[in-house]
């Protein structure tokens, strides 16, 4: 064999080598989406003593909004939103896209009963992880929010169906492209996340959990009765910026344009019709 082969050999060798590293990383990712997987949904509740929540909780998210757990109630007196201009980071977590709003609380709070809940971070699933009435539609954002005295958490939910753009998600669209399937964190620099405009006089209110391990229950979810609009090319982005996503899914993918990646399954089970999403390439 002369030299050259032989290097090229060696250099072929050392890149399967990396590849390999590079896959036991990706698969070191403490839980993931996939439907029988062993880092699944179906499992969550047995990866960790601290997970046990996620499989025998009985305030499990999400549900559908036609549950008896659910309210709809006026938004105006049970809400105080507080949101403030603030500098954000965007980073790619692998099952989702997270905004980080920085500094501890900069970007104000939402207040629920006279106590305040700070914002910390959004993040999109694709589809919607609530439904109504037994169908699912193309985005919900959730904006997480904490209050640091009792460490407890409530979400804002918004619910999005195809049409026009969202405007906010307009502005991230250069930022979500350079970080597809990167797991780094970017500056974004200063955004107001009242640009997320809450219409409507409606909303649902009821007490669950995270909807991610640890799922830890006690979660106030408001979710609005109102849904804004998100083209399907701002969720084809969001969807196909994260890996997340089964094999067979992908298969599925290419044949029937068709992807569902990112959501637990509804954990109360009074639904069983789920819409698929179609997606136009
Ligand atoms: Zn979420």
Same mark, same amino acid.
């Given at each position: 064999?002369?030299?050259?082969?032989? /290097?090229?050999?060696?250099?072929?060798?050392?890149?399967? !080598?990396?590849?390999?590293?590079?896959?036991?990383?990706?698969?070191?990712?403490?839980?993931?989406? +996939?439907?029988?997987?062993?880092?699944?949904?179906?499992?969550?509740?047995?990866?960790?003593?601290?997970?046990?929540?996620?499989?025998?909780?009985?305030?499990?998210?999400?549900?559908?909004?036609?549950?008896?757990?659910?309210?709809?109630?006026?938004?105006?007196?049970?809400?105080?939103?507080?949101?403030?201009?603030?500098?954000?980071?965007?980073?790619?977590?692998?099952? %989702?896209?997270? !905004?980080?709003?920085?500094?501890?609380?900069?970007?104000?709070?939402?207040?629920?009963?006279?106590?305040?809940?700070?914002?910390?971070?959004?993040?999109?699933?694709?589809?919607?992880?609530?439904?109504?009435?037994?169908?699912?539609?193309?985005?919900?954002?959730?904006?997480?929010?904490?209050?640091?005295?009792?460490?407890? *958490?409530?979400?804002?939910?918004? !619910?999005?169906?195809?049409?026009?753009?969202?405007?906010?998600?307009?502005?991230?669209?250069?930022?979500?492209? /350079?970080?597809?399937?990167?797991?780094?964190?970017?500056?974004?620099?200063?955004?107001?996340?009242?640009? +997320?405009?809450?219409?409507?006089?409606?909303?649902?209110?009821?007490?669950?959990?995270? *909807?991610?391990?640890?799922?830890?229950?006690?979660?106030?979810? *408001?979710?609005?009765?109102?849904?804004?609009?998100?083209?399907?090319?701002?969720?084809?982005?969001?969807?196909?910026?994260?890996? %997340?996503?089964?094999?067979?899914?992908?298969?599925?993918?290419?044949?029937?344009?068709?992807?569902?990646?990112? *959501?637990?399954?509804?954990? %109360?089970?009074?639904?069983?019709?789920?819409?698929?999403?179609?997606?136009?390439?």
């Amino acid at each position: 064999m002369s030299n050259f082969s032989f /290097s090229v050999l060696l250099i072929c060798l050392l890149c399967l !080598l990396l590849t390999g590293i590079a896959q036991e990383v990706e698969d070191e990712r403490e839980f993931d989406y +996939i439907k029988g997987s062993e880092k699944g949904p179906e499992r969550w509740g047995e990866l960790k003593k601290e997970w046990k929540v996620c499989e025998n909780g009985k305030m499990q998210s999400p549900i559908d909004m036609s549950n008896r757990r659910v309210k709809i109630i006026a938004k105006m007196g049970d809400i105080k939103r507080k949101h403030k201009p603030c500098n954000a980071t965007i980073k790619n977590r692998g099952h %989702d896209i997270m !905004l980080r709003w920085e500094g501890n609380g900069d970007a104000g709070s939402i207040e629920i009963n006279g106590t305040q809940y700070y914002l910390q971070q959004f993040h999109w699933h694709a589809p919607t992880e609530h439904s109504i009435n037994g169908r699912r539609y193309a985005l919900e954002l959730h904006m997480v929010h904490v209050d640091p005295k009792t460490n407890r *958490t409530a979400v804002i939910g918004q !619910l999005y169906k195809f049409g026009h753009p969202d405007h906010f998600l307009a502005k991230l669209g250069k930022s979500i492209r /350079s970080i597809v399937d990167k797991e780094e964190e970017i500056n974004i620099g200063r955004l107001d996340p009242r640009e +997320i405009k809450l219409g409507g006089s409606k909303i649902y209110r009821y007490m669950g959990s995270l *909807t991610v391990p640890p799922c830890t229950e006690g979660v106030i979810w *408001t979710i609005n009765k109102k849904m804004g609009s998100v083209s399907h090319t701002q969720v084809k982005l969001l969807r196909d910026a994260v890996h %997340d996503v089964s094999p067979q899914e992908h298969k599925i993918y290419a044949r029937g344009k068709r992807k569902a990646i990112a *959501t637990r399954k509804m954990t %109360d089970m009074s639904v069983s019709v789920i819409q698929d999403i179609k997606l136009k390439t």
